[in-house]
Antibody, heavy 115, light 107 residues
């Protein structure tokens, strides 16, 4: 059974940083690209970032480019999202997602950016 | 960037109705389209990938069709557990993009 468990969310002040983690199980982790998708309260889904199975290729939405960094540690079956220069508009539930086609989703971790 | 437009944004239907949701891409995406169902307070769940391939474990009342720019998700006989918001997403090219969603409510 595929499981994706996100952590690292919380309340953070504007301009500060936060690192999200997603531990995966139930599949051969390094064979799959991974994505982060977010959902602001009461809003739709917004793709944030993706990383290839090897970690050699990364992709970002324009809204986070230059501020967020995706990475992975295949020895730990974990994908990360390092978020810096956080803004109020980054407030959202952040989901870890297997593959770019959204095969499986975690339950999400809530990030609230507020002073 | 490829824009994904879903219509309608909401609809009301009755149990047993056949419902068709539409998703249009601003440029051709071949069949690189997925559909998701999201219920309140829950993570999205994958229903369809590659425009028409049913995800394992998803009931056959769900079906997807289309290629290029125009896609549909059909629910053949709406049941109470199907009332939810449905999203399409293209994964043909980066940045990946979602449609705005269609909320299916009870008439």
């Amino acid at each position: 059974e595929v499981q994706l468990l996100e952590s690292g969310g919380g309340l953070v002040q504007p301009g500060r940083s936060l690192r999200l983690s997603c531990v995966a199980s139930g599949f051969t982790f390094n064979n799959y690209a991974m994505s982060w998708v977010r959902q602001a309260p009461g809003k739709g889904l917004e793709w944030v970032s993706a990383i290839s199975g090897s970690g050699g290729s990364t992709y970002y939405a324009d809204s986070v480019k230059g501020r967020f960094t995706i990475s992975r540690d295949n020895s730990k079956n974990t994908v990360y999202l390092q978020m810096s220069s956080l803004r109020a508009e980054d407030t959202a539930l952040y989901y870890c997602v297997q593959t770019v086609a959204g095969d499986y989703w975690g339950q999400g971790t809530l990030v609230t950016v507020s002073s | 960037d490829i824009q994904m437009t879903q219509s309608p944004s909401s609809l009301s239907a009755s149990v047993g109705d056949r419902v068709t949701l539409t998703c249009r891409a601003s440029q051709g995406i071949s069949n690189s389209l997925a559909w998701f169902q999201q219920k309140p307070g829950k993570a999205p769940k994958s229903l369809i990938y590659a425009a028409s391939s049913l995800r394992s474990g998803v009931p056959s009342k769900f079906s997807g069709s289309g290629s290029g720019t125009d896609f549909t998700l059909t629910i053949s006989s709406l049941q109470p557990e199907d009332f939810a918001t449905y999203y399409c997403q293209q994964y043909n090219s980066y940045p990946l993009t979602f449609g705005g969603g269609t909320k299916v409510g009870i008439k």
